[in-house]
């Protein structure tokens, strides 16, 4: 019976060498093997894309002259503001609302440039401005600002009663106003 047990035992021993062989193996060569494959599939499927993005940039080039007409044209044409410097365009921006709210009639309290952004490829430049005017007021600026040229865009809206005391004199009835407005910037064809 001890032979029998002494039999089991190095059987016993023989699977578990086999097997912890078979886990060394598994964790030094097959696992990263498959992490690799995994990695080169991951690799592949970013190269396909890009690839596609790159066949549809190719299929553009017989059209590009045209491309680039048009956005020269598109530049030139008035919708969008122009200058030597962003700081210019802003400035200009900050002018030409406030001329805009002027011819509504409205005297404009502060304005302050906002942050550049970037919108499909598009440069936007920004002003916020505040003001105190009547709803009829508002109506004609904000109809004014949507429709002249360059083109301008409402981004932000704030319309508020006049907080704190009662407004006497000019003041009365006139509700606080503070509009964002974007402009595209041309781009630069230098």
Known sequence: ?????????????????????????HLALVKP??????GLK????QQRTLLGRLAAIAELEPRLPELERRAIAASK????????????MTAGLQSRVAALASE???????TRALP??????????????????SIGQVQRI???IETGQPMLFIEGLHIAAPSGRP???????????????FAAAAADRS
Do not use: K, N, P, W
Request: charged fraction near 20%.
């Open 77 to 88: 044409s008035g919708a969008f503001i122009s200058g030597a410097s962003e700081a210019l």
């Open 167 to 181: 407004a006497s004199g000019e003041d009365a009835g006139l509700l606080e106003t503070r509009i964002d407005v």
């Open 1 to 25: 019976m001890t032979e029998h047990v002494v039999r089991l035992a190095r059987r016993i021993a023989a699977l578990g060498l086999l097997l912890l062989l078979a886990a060394t193996l």
């Open 116 to 133: 550049a952004r970037e919108r499909d490829g598009i440069r936007l430049l920004g002003v916020q401005v505040q003001l105190a005017a």
């Open 33 to 38: 093997y498959l992490a690799h494959l995994a």
């Open 142 to 144: 904000v109809h004014a």
């Open 104 to 110: 509504a009639g409205v005297r404009v309290r502060t």
């Open 42 to 45: 991951e690799e592949l499927a």
